[in-house]
């Protein structure tokens, strides 16, 4: 019997992620009255004028842009967050082993790696300031209006 709970939990939110979906891609079909009018009704006409119009703007692809450059950035920071984690999770089970070959004890070992992941997050730190510095000074150029006297 929990299967189907969970089963019937699973269709719930399924219905409830993909049914507002469903209903944007609907109603980009639809005239602006319509859509006024009937919000949750199949289109009487349908206007596929409105996704060309949409593609064929030069705002939808500066969005699409942005979002891809903030996607990338994410991607990328999260890989080396995960990097220095793998790190960290290294110097945690080296302290636990024994070594052949090693003239320092295991923990020395351990915090060895521990310090090297500190520098590494910090020099990532400084990265990552460094990105956000070079992204923002144009913008802040291009929104700098010009006071007049």
Aim: hydrophobic share 55%; net charge positive; with cysteine.
């Amino acid at each position: 019997m929990p299967a189907i709970v969970a089963f019937a939990a699973l269709i719930v939110l399924a219905v409830a992620v993909l049914l507002p979906i469903g209903l944007t891609a609907l109603n980009g079909f639809k005239a602006l009255g319509e859509l006024q009018t009937h919000p949750f009704g199949l289109p009487r006409v349908w206007m596929w004028s409105n996704y060309w119009d949409i593609l064929n703007s030069l705002r939808y692809w500066q969005v699409l842009g942005n979002s891809l450059l903030i996607a990338a950035l994410t991607v990328f920071i999260d890989q080396r967050e995960a990097f220095h984690s793998t790190i960290l999770a290294a110097g945690a089970t080296l302290s636990n082993l024994n070594i052949r070959g090693f003239t320092g004890t295991t923990s020395q070992l351990a915090h060895l790696i521990d310090v090297q992941s500190i520098v590494i997050s910090y020099a990532d730190a400084t990265y990552l300031v460094g990105i956000l510095c070079v992204l923002c000074l144009p913008l802040v150029l291009l929104l700098r209006r010009r006071r007049t006297a």
